[in-house]
């Protein structure tokens, strides 16, 4: 059996979501870039149950247009419905909204928060592996530092010659502007933000005028998301979220980052690892109720 592999990492379902706010706006957010797995039906049962009372909303996070395809953005829709689940609409699709992005990083930008950087990846890991013992953070190594310091005029001549180039964010400045920020997880309590952990992240990509932190933070203030769901493999992009929400002038919405589907090694339950799709399930025999239970146990 597929799914004799897989195991339930502890959960604690939200049977009895904070009585004080029990009409919250949840979501669900999947990126179209291959069909939903367990994983993704544990993040999509989690949102749905704590949105039961107030509205549960579906965000298409498609921004990556070399990855995301639209039979597996129909197939999100099937694979939802055979769930038994249904939200509220409009349904929101990121990369029908690259305007309003654009709009957010030109707010930074006029804050003086941001630096185009030229960098290639392969740059990068170069002077990561110059730098003996470059400090690291939830995402790998931190971006040293090298597009930082290029003078406007210099940037300026570079954009107008046409060579490519990412936005990042001047970390020390924006969390120094922010202050102190603080946010809730309803599984672990109240949290300080610490977004420093990250460096100077990239906020709108060579590619597209965004990045996921970014357009996440956007939407959910969009959408009026009340509690942000997903998993704790996300835990640390929210405190780069909160400082975004601040630095835009968004509200901050509750959190509740849910324990994650674990392989047999332990390790997060992924596209990667050939977990088990709905689809593949569905076709195995199994019923949406067996599959509900799979990942709710
Ligand atoms: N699109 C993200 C994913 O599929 C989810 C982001 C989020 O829930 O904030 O992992």
Request: aromatic letters at 8%.
């Amino acid at each position: 059996m597929i799914v004799g592999l897989w195991y339930e990492a502890p959960m604690t379902p939200p049977d009895d979501p904070a009585p004080h706010r029990r009409d919250h706006v949840t979501r669900f957010a999947p990126s179209p870039t291959g069909y939903l797995h367990l994983g993704h039906a544990k993040a999509a049962l989690f949102a749905a149950k704590y949105g039961a009372h107030g509205r549960f909303l579906v965000r298409i996070e498609d921004i990556d247009r070399g990855r995301c395809r639209p039979e597996f953005e129909a197939a999100i829709f099937e694979d939802l419905n055979w769930l038994g689940l249904t939200w509220s609409t409009p349904i929101r699709r990121q990369s029908e909204h690259f305007a309003d992005y654009k709009s957010a990083v030109e707010r930074l930008r006029d804050q003086g928060l941001v630096y185009p950087c030229f960098c290639t990846r392969a740059e990068i890991q170069r002077e990561i592996a110059a730098a003996d013992g470059a400090p690291h953070g939830p995402d790998g190594p931190l971006y040293p530092g090298t597009c930082r310091t290029i003078s406007a005029s210099e940037a300026h001549d570079r954009i107008a010659a046409g060579e490519s180039y990412a936005l990042r964010l001047r970390m020390d400045d924006a969390t120094r502007k922010a202050g102190v920020l603080t946010w809730t997880d309803l599984g672990v309590g109240p949290q300080t933000a610490t977004p420093q952990m990250f460096g100077d992240i990239v906020i709108a990509r060579k590619d597209v005028p965004t990045s996921y932190h970014l357009a996440c933070t956007y939407d959910d203030a969009l959408q009026s998301i009340t509690l942000v769901t997903r998993g704790k493999d996300l835990f640390e992009a929210t405190h780069v979220h909160r400082l975004l929400q601040k630095l835009l002038g968004l509200p901050t919405p509750d959190y509740h980052h849910h324990d994650l589907l674990l392989g047999p090694d332990g390790r997060k339950f992924s596209k990667r690892d050939q977990a088990p799709t709905l689809r593949a399930l569905r076709d195995a025999g199994r019923t949406p109720d067996e599959v509900r239970a799979m990942v709710t146990a």
